[in-house]
């Protein structure tokens, strides 16, 4: 199949062309994002290929179809970005890759848990200043605190398996409401509701997807139900966050320290080199002035691992649409109901089959 990779950086070129060499698409990249303004590089291509922030709204989806598209492939997980019923209204098919990097991400987060509480990013800059003064850097054992997992799929499970393995021993309480009501997660990691969650937790750590039930979960009366001094890290989507909301909770001190790999208005900034513009964010730009508070742009699926996996995944996707076989990966209007699990519990069904994740174990006897 002709397939155009939007937002392509040289290591989705050389993964793309290295998985591609034992299939044999026709792939073209460009740097560009999808949106209104570049739609017109998609005409002729039957498929195109697009990550977290390109655009996929109505309109964008209408002109690609009208253009001969229909294939959308995301070489992401999460689907957020895209208008799904509109694309099956327009008989354009969606595939995704829902499982590519969960160890990769849960490490991720673990990274912004361990520079956050010892600060190396302060550190690493002192250092190199020749100020080897540690005034200021303590941090706090983790072993023994509580961590809260909100969100314990794919990622989440790594995440939970990590802040309780042996090395950290925290006590881990989850947040899902995949996960039956009274019953408890084997391996040591609690059940809890979301008050629950907030009030104990030393850090809160959130691996969810972005609907429109989890927007903005974390505002100010969550910020407000959480103990004084807590961790946020936020891995997942920027729009779990009310950013404004978090601030105001970092200026008073309320919130001890955030670890962000997602911004909701990272469209505009993430994996783009602006450091000789001016940024205008200035909510983004109010973050960085916090001494407790750590940035990545997006990057805690970034690994090889993860790149290879979604080259391929991608790819088999695509294959299976062009020879017309079943699509495992396809993204329906009904995995947005699925994805927006309401937070009142649905059925104990711990985990997705075939992940290469083990299921947390919900049992049911509240061991
Ligand atoms: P998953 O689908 O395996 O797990 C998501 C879990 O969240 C499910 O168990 C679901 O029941 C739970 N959930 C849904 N609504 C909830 C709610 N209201 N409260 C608590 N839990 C709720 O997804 P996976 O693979 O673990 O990914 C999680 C998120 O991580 C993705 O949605 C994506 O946004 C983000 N992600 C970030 C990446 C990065 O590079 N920063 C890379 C890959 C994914």
């Known amino acids: 199949m002709r397939v155009l990779l939007f937002s392509a950086r040289p290591y989705d070129r050389r993964e793309f062309t290295a998985a591609n060499a034992r299939i044999g698409h026709d792939l073209s990249f460009v740097e560009a994002r999808l949106g209104a303004e570049t739609l017109s590089l998609a005409a002729g291509y039957e498929a195109v290929c697009t990550f977290v922030n390109d655009t996929l709204d109505?309109?964008?989806?209408?002109?690609?179809?009208?253009?001969?598209t229909r294939l959308i492939a995301l070489r992401c997980?999460?689907?957020?970005?895209?208008?799904?019923?509109?694309?099956?209204?327009?008989?354009?098919?969606?595939?995704?890759?829902?499982?590519?990097?969960?160890?990769?991400?849960a490490e991720h987060a673990a990274g912004l848990v361990l520079t956050l509480n010892r600060k190396f990013h302060r550190a690493y800059n002192r250092v190199r200043d020749d100020n080897f003064l540690i005034d200021g850097l303590e941090g706090f054992d983790l072993y023994g605190k509580t961590v809260g997992v909100v969100g314990a799929g794919r990622i989440g499970r790594v995440f939970v398996r990590i802040m309780l393995g042996f090395g950290f021993g925290c006590r881990v309480l989850v947040h899902d409401p995949?996960?039956?009501?009274?019953?408890?997660?084997?391996?040591?990691?609690?059940?809890?509701?979301?008050?629950?969650?907030?009030?104990?937790?030393?850090?809160?750590?959130?691996?969810?997807?972005?609907?429109?039930?989890?927007?903005?979960?974390?505002?100010?009366?969550?910020?407000?139900?959480?103990?004084?001094?807590?961790?946020?890290?936020?891995?997942?989507?920027?729009?779990?966050?009310?950013?404004?909301?978090?601030?105001?909770?970092?200026?008073?001190?309320?919130?001890?320290?955030?670890?962000?790999?997602?911004?909701?208005?990272?469209?505009?900034?993430?994996?783009?080199?602006?450091?000789?513009?001016v940024v205008t964010d200035?909510?983004?730009?109010?973050?960085?002035?916090?001494?407790?508070?750590?940035?990545?742009?997006?990057?805690?699926?970034?690994?090889?691992?993860?790149?290879a996996a979604i080259a391929?995944?991608?790819?088999?996707?695509?294959?299976?649409?062009?020879?017309?076989?079943?699509?495992?990966?396809?993204v329906l209007p009904d995995l947005l109901r699925e994805a927006s699990v309401s937070h009142e519990g649905t059925g104990c069904a711990p985990g997705a089959a075939g992940d290469g994740v083990p299921p947390l174990g919900c049992a049911t006897d509240g061991k």
């Open 312 to 330: 391929d995944t991608t790819l088999a996707n695509i294959a299976a649409f062009g020879a017309g076989r079943p699509i495992p990966n396809r």
């Open 58 to 68: 109505a309109s964008v989806l209408r002109r690609l179809a009208d253009g001969g």
């Open 282 to 307: 200035d909510v983004f730009q109010r973050l960085l002035t916090f001494p407790n508070v750590v940035v990545t742009a997006h990057q805690a699926f970034f690994t090889r691992e993860a790149l």
């Open 77 to 105: 997980a999460g689907f957020n970005q895209v208008d799904v019923r509109a694309a099956a209204g327009l008989g354009l098919t969606v595939v995704r890759v829902p499982a590519y990097a969960p160890h990769a991400v």
């Open 178 to 277: 995949q996960f039956c009501a009274g019953d408890a997660c084997i391996e040591g990691a609690s059940l809890a509701t979301l008050p629950e969650l907030f009030a104990a937790a030393d850090i809160v750590s959130l691996h969810c997807p972005l609907t429109p039930e989890t927007h903005h979960l974390i505002g100010a009366q969550a910020l407000a139900r959480m103990k004084p001094g807590a961790m946020l890290i936020n891995t997942s989507r920027g729009g779990l966050l009310d950013t404004a909301a978090v601030i105001g909770a970092l200026k008073s001190g309320h919130l001890g320290a955030l670890g962000l790999d997602v911004y909701e208005q990272e469209g505009d900034l993430f994996y783009e080199d602006l450091s000789s513009s």
